[in-house]
């Protein structure tokens, strides 16, 4: 995959790719001191506790599951091994960061880990976080980040899009020499790609399975599931049905083994759109 990559002699001239002049860099910088951003602070000022990290993370599963091992071989193919992929979720928050050693080690240094944000109210001016103000490509030159802490790197920043999940978040690869990321743009604008297609195909599978399991339910277990889904207490389902709460109960114990969930709300989360009959009641 990636030898098609490295034979591109690549000069970078599509108008989906926003490369930055000074006029709007400078919007974005005053920005930045609109939002009390200094430009000598040493690391972004919002970063997630480990909870609240892990809890993004359960959140982007399969964004996590899907980019994680591609973004891997990507760098592993790399000759420059100082070069940093960041993934972030739809509100820039760091989900995953691809580098070696090293590079893993000057992050943490300048407060860059799993639970960083890249919004402008965190970081200032960068490539993550204009490019979830444009949705498209964006690059950014190392003097163009507005904290002094960003300004060694060179970097490309690319949304994820998915067509059941809209934005999912953004891809960023980070260098120390603008003219190598000038030519990682096709690479990390390929890799969103792949990354949107298998996203795409897993929830399809992901929602055909679902389907699958919701049809195993008998009627019975459908009923009592759309009255429950539509905000029906146990004792309302029973009285509609005209048999005893406990006997509710029972059933949606039944249906749960069926669709291998615990509980009401994960319940609605996988399968709200077949269970919808009685929402308008």
Not at 6 to 29: A, G, Y
Not at 41 to 64: A, E, G, Y
Not at 73 to 90: G, I, N, P, Q, R
Not at 91 to 106: A, D, F, R
Request: proline residues 2%; charged residues 30%; aromatic residues 8%.
């Amino acid at each position: 995959m990636f030898d098609k990559w490295k034979q591109l002699d690549f000069l970078h001239q599509d108008t989906s790719v926003l490369f930055f002049d000074s006029v709007r860099i400078n919007e974005s910088w005053q920005k930045s001191k609109q939002l009390g951003i200094k430009p000598d602070q040493d690391r972004p000022r919002i970063c997630l506790s480990k909870q609240k990290t892990l809890v993004r993370i359960k959140q982007n599963k399969i964004l996590l599951e899907i980019a994680a091992p591609l973004l891997q071989e990507s760098y592993a193919s790399l000759l420059d091994k100082t070069v940093l992929f960041l993934l972030c979720d739809k509100e820039g928050y760091v989900l995953e960061l691809t580098c070696s050693p090293e590079v893993l080690k000057m992050c943490a240094e300048l407060g860059i880990r799993r639970g960083t944000s890249f919004s402008c109210e965190s970081a200032g001016t960068n490539a993550i976080c204009l490019a979830m103000q444009e949705l498209k490509t964006v690059v950014v030159r190392g003097e163009q980040h507005y904290c002094d802490f960003l300004k060694s790197w060179y970097c490309v920043a690319v949304p994820i899009y998915s067509s059941y999940h809209g934005i999912m978040g953004f891809l960023d690869i980070s260098a120390h020499i603008e003219t190598d990321l000038i030519k990682m743009i096709p690479l990390v604008e390929m890799l969103a790609k792949i990354i949107s297609r298998e996203v795409d195909r897993e929830t399809h599978v992901a929602a055909d399975k679902e389907r699958l399991k919701y049809l195993e339910l008998s009627g019975r277990e459908k009923v009592v599931l759309e009255y429950l889904v539509a905000g029906y207490s146990y004792e309302a389902v029973a009285r509609k049905l005209r048999i005893s709460k406990n006997t509710v109960k029972t059933i949606v114990r039944r249906a749960y083994q069926k669709l291998e969930v615990k509980c009401l709300q994960e319940c609605k989360e996988k399968y709200s759109r077949f269970l919808v009959r009685y929402s308008d009641e």
